[in-house]
């Protein structure tokens, strides 16, 4: 081995590398297979990146079959396309009864298939091959994956529930099992795929974070997760980390260089003691063989391409976003992406500029570790903050739901109900109700949420107002004036959705599906915010600056192919905290760096 | 013995806790049909969005959809002959067609398990 990482220190047969969007999953297993595979091992590389670019890393069309690199002696390779399983998987249930049964019915069985758990359960589906024993795999010493199925997935296929008589008897009685009713494999197949991710012997995790507290947050959760349910052997992969060598005169590079450190040293206890590997961040795009054999090594060749002058951006700020969004007066504005990308932040800093302008505003989160309450409330006058605790939320609508709903029924209806409400949509549903509470007063002042429900929710949630129109229509009861949160969610004039991304391949990818879906749901996103950008700063730092000149691309697809209109929120120095900060943030106060225009003559 | 078919409309859990309001008809419904299991009755549950092949497939079923749409359910059927559509039936109905005597036992999912009284 020519790295000294302690994830490939004694590899078991399978590797799975997980992590949200955008920390470098796939880069990493793409540098780890080859190095396994100079070692002389047979390697198998797996991607389910939506945005894989295994094939463009090797140079060549992979695609789904296992395919060798021929670059590369002992390595090949296999693209699954979650979205495509999904689709080939709802094919297989809607298929037969396409021209069958009328056609707005399809489309409602579809829509009703249209969501994350089936794209996850899809993908899992397509690999549980390679976990098991067969001829297919039978010649490779490493399996190399570049995601992992989430808790939730595998909860799902470990649930009893999902077992007797589902897929025996294809009898639909099962509940909340929507994503399982297509799927092919035998029992016996999931239960071996489900016993080897366990096995310490044949499995091994690893996490990919970058040094950002969030990001660490995120990964103690899914090791924890995973942990409580038997995938107990983990390590750890910090990427990206700031190098101290950038840091000379570059004030925005040693204040990132300080915070990841920060970050490292506070790292969440639950990961703080696993194996933990760091990886520097690299000056070059990680394509080709070259680039990834550095990529885990510790010397890293300087680039010779420092000198290269980034272009201006013409970007508005979120103050340009917050002159349009004021001058309605009042209404809903949501702010929806991944965890980790700064909803919170952006939300906040949203609120306290339409403050600031001397209008109403109500900001609530979810954010458990946002503590905006105490920041801000009192703060500005026009300004109050509620905070929801999605947790708390959850367990109350669950006794809520069993102390009403479920108040008449014995033991055995109880339990029953109980398993219902351990679905993934209850929180999703609970938040939002929570939040439904506070939507309300968004007729008379500004009301600014972080956190959204996705547009596969919103429209489950509408089926159920559908349902309670058609009831009250059917009882005659004409004078109930329903308007249901979804019709309030589609009008442009209560509600305008502002979509949160980064200015980095996958996450923009991931942006893109969200706003599809929600356009699904009737829709339409107002704006996109691209935050932390550093092409929207000034910066001397050569690893920098190659990351200023990486995010032109994305921000150029997110301005041309996806966004009515977008505001560039610039990577800041201090995490923007307190009223000022975030005023800064909006833009709209003190002068922002907003248009990089200096760089010509740096070296 | 008696089968009892139901046909439910597109639903995400077979107790509608995945909608915005738990809807109570749904939840004293499942309870229903798992007490009536327990009783031995023959009781299937087909949801629109999981088999809608089964659906497709029985001539009866198809034609309630193409005539009344998918609004329309649930529709139940009763050795595949239609015995309500519109609504969910209560406990003392699922005893009824399936021959379950319900003498000392008093509905414990309530007045509303089905029924549209509260």
């Given at each position: ?7 490939l220190?004694q590899?078991?047969?399978f590797l799975f ?37 295994v ?26 396309d ?24 399809v ?7 249209s ?17 098991v024993n ?23 296929l ?25 799927l ?15 096995d ?8 990919v ?10 990964v ?32 925005l ?10 970050a ?6 639950a ?5 933990t ?29 420092d ?11 979120l ?18 992406g ?10 906040a ?6 403050a ?18 105490d ?22 609508y669950?006794?809520?739901v ?17 398993e219902?409400?351990?679905s ?23 009301v ?14 509408d ?69 932390n950008?550093v ?40 995490e ?15 002068p ?12 | ?12 859990c077979?107790?509608g ?32 969005a999981?088999?809608?092949l089964?659906f ?5 079923v ?17 050795d595949g002959?239609?015995a ?20 000392e ?14």
């Amino acid at each position: 081995m020519n790295s000294d990482c302690k994830f490939l220190d004694q590899a078991p047969r399978f590797l799975f590398f997980t992590g949200k969007g955008g920390v470098g999953k796939t880069s990493i297993a793409c540098a780890s297979a080859l190095e396994l595979a100079d070692a002389g091992k047979q390697v198998l590389l797996v991607s389910t990146d939506p945005a894989s670019n295994v094939g463009q890393v090797f140079g060549i069309d992979i695609g789904n079959q296992i395919t060798a690199i021929p670059a590369v002696s002992g390595l090949a390779a296999l693209e699954i396309d979650p979205q495509a399983a999904a689709q080939a998987y709802r094919d297989r249930i809607v298929g037969p009864v396409r021209g069958v049964l009328p056609d707005s019915i399809v489309k409602g069985i579809e829509e009703q298939l249209s969501g994350a758990c089936t794209t996850e359960i899809a993908a899992f589906d397509e690999f549980t091959a390679l976990l098991v024993n067969s001829d297919l795999t039978a010649g490779y010493d490493h399996i190399v994956f570049d995601t992992a199925p989430t808790g939730h997935t595998i909860r799902l296929l470990q649930l009893p529930g999902a077992w007797s008589g589902f897929l025996e008897q294809g009898k639909g009685d099962a509940s909340c099992l929507g994503p399982l009713a297509g799927l092919e494999k035998q029992r016996s197949q999931y239960k071996a795929a489900l016993d080897a991710l366990a096995d310490p012997q044949r499995s091994r995790l690893i996490l990919v974070a970058r040094a950002q507290a969030s990001t660490l947050r995120e990964v103690a959760r899914t090791h924890e997760e995973l942990n409580t349910i038997g995938l107990s052997q983990q390590y750890l992969v910090v990427n990206g980390i700031l190098p101290e060598s950038e840091t000379a005169q570059d004030p925005l590079a040693s204040a990132i260089y300080q915070r990841e450190q920060n970050a490292l040293t506070d790292i969440p206890a639950a990961v703080s003691g696993l194996p933990t590997d760091c990886i520097e961040l690299k000056p070059f795009n990680l394509v080709g063989l070259m680039a990834l054999r550095q990529l885990l090594s510790k010397s890293t060749p300087l680039s010779t391409s420092d000198n290269e002058v980034i272009p201006a951006i013409p970007a508005a700020n979120l103050s340009t976003l917050v002159d349009e969004i004021a001058a309605d007066g009042h209404g809903l504005v949501m702010l929806m992406g991944k965890g980790g990308v700064g909803k919170t932040t952006l939300a906040a800093a949203l609120a306290v500029e339409l403050a600031r302008r001397g209008l109403p505003v109500h900001l609530t989160t979810s954010d458990p570790a946002a503590n905006l309450t105490d920041t801000l409330n009192g703060a500005l006058p026009e300004l109050a903050v509620s905070k929801i605790d999605p947790h708390a939320e959850t367990e109350r609508y669950r006794q809520h739901v069993l102390s009403t709903k479920g108040a008449k029924l014995d033991e055995q209806g109880r339990a029953l109900l109980e398993e219902d409400l351990r679905s993934p949509c209850t929180e999703e549903i609970a938040v939002f109700q929570a939040f439904s509470r506070i939507i309300r007063e968004a007729g008379k002042k500004f009301v600014v949420m972080d956190t959204a429900p996705t547009g596969h929710t919103l429209l489950l949630l509408d089926a159920t107002g559908a349902y309670h129109r058609e009831v009250a229509r059917q009882m005659g009861d004409s004078k109930q004036h329903f308007t249901t949160p979804m019709m309030q969610l589609q009008n442009p004039h209560q509600t305008k959705v502002l979509i949160v991304t980064l200015a980095e391949t996958t996450p923009v990818l991931e942006a893109a599906h969200l706003q599809n879906d929600l356009r699904r749901a009737g829709i339409e996103p107002w704006a996109w915010v691209i935050n932390n950008s550093v092409a929207a700063t000034t910066v001397h730092s050569a690893l920098l600056r190659q990351r200023a000149a990486n995010e032109l691309p994305e921000i150029a697809e997110v301005a041309d192919r996806h966004a009515q209109r977008y505001a560039l929120v610039p990577l800041l120095r201090e995490e923007p905290t307190g009223v000022e900060r975030l005023l800064a943030l909006a833009g709209g106060q003190s002068p922002s760096p907003l248009v990089p225009t200096d760089h010509k003559g740096e070296g | 013995m008696t089968s009892i078919q139901i046909f439910d409309p597109a639903l995400c859990c077979s107790t509608g806790v995945c909608g915005v309001e738990v809807d109570q008809q749904l939840v004293g419904f499942a309870a229903d049909v798992d007490w009536a299991k327990q009783n031995g009755a023959d009781i299937e549950r087909f949801n629109l969005a999981q088999t809608p092949l089964a659906f497709a497939e029985n001539p009866v079923v198809k034609a309630f959809l193409e005539r009344s749409g998918a609004d329309a359910l649930p529709l139940i059927l009763v050795d595949g002959e239609v015995a309500l559509a519109g609504r969910y039936p209560n406990r003392t109905e699922l005893a009824r067609w399936a021959a379950i005597s319900v003498a000392e036992q008093p509905s414990p999912s309530g007045c509303c398990s089905g029924s549209s009284c509260c």
